[in-house]
Nanobody, 121 residues
C-alpha cells in the first residue's frame, strides 16, 4: 500500500513563506513521480510542482516558477515544497500525490489528506 502524508501549511501574510512536506516510502519515490497539487476554493485542482521519478528533475507551473522550490530529501523520504513570496492567489488546499506524467498533465494515483494554505493581504 502506498501512503503519502503531508505536513506544513497554515496562515501567512502576503510576501511570506511556508514550507510543505510530503512523506512517503523510498519505494514510492522509485516507482512514481511526486506531485504537489492545489485546489483553491471553488476551482479545479491543478498541479503546481513535481519531481520526476526518472531523473529527479523538477517541473513548475508558470504562476509559481521562481517562487516555489520542490526538493527531495532522500534521508527523510520527503519531498518538500518551499513557497516564497506568497500572494492571496496561492491560498488553496495543497495535496501531495504519487503519480505519473510530472508536468502540466500530471495525475495522482495515491493521495495525501491535504493541507490548507491561507495567505492574507
Amino acid at each position: 500500500e502506498v501512503e503519502v502524508v503531508e505536513s506544513g501549511g497554515g496562515l501567512v501574510k502576503t510576501g511570506g513563506s511556508l514550507r510543505l512536506s510530503c512523506e512517503t516510502s523510498a519505494s514510492t519515490f522509485a516507482d512514481y513521480d511526486i506531485i504537489w497539487f492545489r485546489q483553491p476554493s471553488g476551482k479545479e485542482r491543478e498541479a503546481v510542482a513535481c519531481i520526476r521519478r526518472s531523473d529527479g528533475s523538477p517541473w513548475y507551473e508558470d504562476s509559481v516558477a521562481g517562487r516555489f522550490t520542490i526538493s527531495r530529501d532522500k534521508a527523510k523520504n520527503t519531498v518538500d515544497l518551499q513557497m516564497d513570496n506568497l500572494n492571496v492567489g496561492d491560498s488553496a488546499g495543497y495535496y501531495c500525490a504519487a503519480g505519473q506524467r510530472c508536468g502540466r498533465s500530471a495525475y495522482g494515483l495515491y493521495w495525501g489528506q491535504g493541507t490548507q494554505v491561507a495567505v492574507s493581504s
